[in-house]
């Protein structure tokens, strides 16, 4: 089933994302929590992609799994960095033989001790969009950045290049990580404003340990509010208060989403699958 059907459902709706692993020896290891995690039934999954398209078999074997076994459709990222046009075709046409029909279309950053050209063909992920459109029926998504992306001049120049990958096929578009909704209700205004009309999931990431929260501010640069950093500092030192308190604040999250008219949610589980459980049995009664 591609994406664009699935968002038009009026019912609130969970999603999760999934990372393959680094090394072929861990894929059993991380197979069995995506498994665990696909066994839930979530809306659909989405299988991220290793920097420099170090993880592209295995987040085609992921993808292909979870969908094989489960029936839960899947997103399959797809990086541009490093890549040139024929090596990106000839993973679209992996992604086919495994049923894939959905891709989140990304630049992607210049992975660690990179020596090759970064962008040899496609600079953009406006460009990599188009040109999978051209090349087969996928359903294609995008990233976007509440918070604007960090080489954007401005939060101008974010949008606007948002709405070029919309202009050239981008059906939906994910967030990144954000700590504070209203960062999101605003982003949201701002891009109704420009005529961005596509479906928007908010992508939330369940901070249940407290050294995790300094290594997703690296990631995404995302703001965090002071009541969400004082619960970090008081709990981080204990694992399990901090896990119960990071699982709360992602429900309340969730919850104030729906809330507020935001049928569907993208969970980042981090391969948890008992966070999210947690979470998901907290949302019992709001989301089926």
């Given at each position: 089933?591609?994406?664009?059907?699935v968002?038009?459902?009026?019912k609130?709706?969970?999603?999760?994302?999934?990372?393959?692993p680094?090394?072929?020896t861990?894929?059993?290891?991380?197979?069995r929590a995506?498994?665990?995690?696909a066994?839930?039934?979530?809306?659909?999954?989405?299988?991220t992609y290793?920097?420099?398209?170090s993880t592209?078999?295995?987040?085609v074997r992921l993808a292909?799994?979870?969908?094989?076994?489960y029936k839960?459709p899947?997103?399959a990222?797809l990086?541009?960095v490093g890549?040139?046009k024929?090596s990106?075709?000839e993973?679209?046409?992996?992604m086919?033989?495994?049923g894939i029909e959905n891709i989140?279309?990304?630049?992607?950053?210049?992975?660690?001790d990179?020596?090759?050209?970064?962008?040899?063909?496609?600079?953009y992920?406006s460009e990599?969009?188009?040109?999978?459109?051209?090349?087969?029926?996928f359903?294609?998504g995008?990233?976007?950045?509440?918070?604007g992306?960090?080489?954007?001049a401005?939060?101008?120049?974010?949008?606007?290049?948002l709405?070029?990958?919309?202009?050239?096929?981008?059906e939906?578009?994910?967030?990144?990580?954000?700590?504070d909704?209203?960062?999101f209700?605003?982003?949201?205004y701002?891009?109704?404003?420009?005529?961005?009309n596509?479906?928007?999931?908010?992508g939330?990431?369940?901070i249940?340990?407290?050294?995790q929260l300094?290594r997703?501010?690296e990631?995404?640069?995302?703001n965090?509010p002071?009541?969400?950093?004082n619960?970090?500092d008081?709990?981080?030192d204990n694992?399990e208060?901090m896990?119960?308190?990071g699982?709360?604040?992602?429900?309340?999250?969730?919850?104030?989403?729906?809330a507020?008219g935001?049928?569907h949610?993208?969970?980042?589980?981090?391969?948890k699958?008992?966070?999210?459980?947690?979470?998901r049995?907290?949302?019992?009664?709001i989301?089926?």
């Amino acid at each position: 089933m591609k994406i664009r059907e699935v968002l038009t459902s009026e019912k609130p709706t969970i999603s999760f994302e999934v990372f393959p692993p680094k090394q072929d020896t861990d894929f059993a290891e991380v197979e069995r929590a995506v498994l665990e995690l696909a066994s839930m039934h979530p809306e659909y999954m989405s299988v991220t992609y290793g920097a420099g398209g170090s993880t592209r078999g295995n987040t085609v074997r992921l993808a292909g799994a979870i969908q094989r076994i489960y029936k839960v459709p899947a997103i399959a990222h797809l990086t541009c960095v490093g890549a040139g046009k024929e090596s990106i075709h000839e993973i679209l046409k992996d992604m086919q033989a495994s049923g894939i029909e959905n891709i989140l279309a990304l630049r992607g950053d210049r992975p660690r001790d990179f020596e090759g050209e970064v962008y040899p063909y496609y600079r953009y992920a406006s460009e990599l969009i188009a040109d999978i459109k051209e090349f087969g029926d996928f359903c294609v998504g995008g990233a976007c950045y509440p918070e604007g992306y960090p080489e954007d001049a401005n939060k101008e120049e974010n949008i606007n290049n948002l709405k070029k990958k919309v202009d050239v096929g981008c059906e939906y578009l994910t967030t990144q990580m954000f700590f504070d909704n209203n960062i999101f209700y605003n982003f949201l205004y701002r891009i109704r404003e420009k005529g961005i009309n596509v479906p928007v999931i908010p992508g939330v990431m369940p901070i249940t340990r407290g050294n995790q929260l300094k290594r997703a501010i690296e990631l995404s640069g995302t703001n965090v509010p002071e009541h969400f950093r004082n619960m970090v500092d008081h709990f981080g030192d204990n694992p399990e208060a901090m896990r119960q308190a990071g699982i709360i604040y992602a429900t309340d999250q969730i919850i104030d989403l729906i809330a507020n008219g935001i049928t569907h949610v993208h969970v980042y589980s981090m391969n948890k699958p008992d966070v999210a459980k947690a979470i998901r049995d907290n949302l019992a009664g709001i989301v089926e």
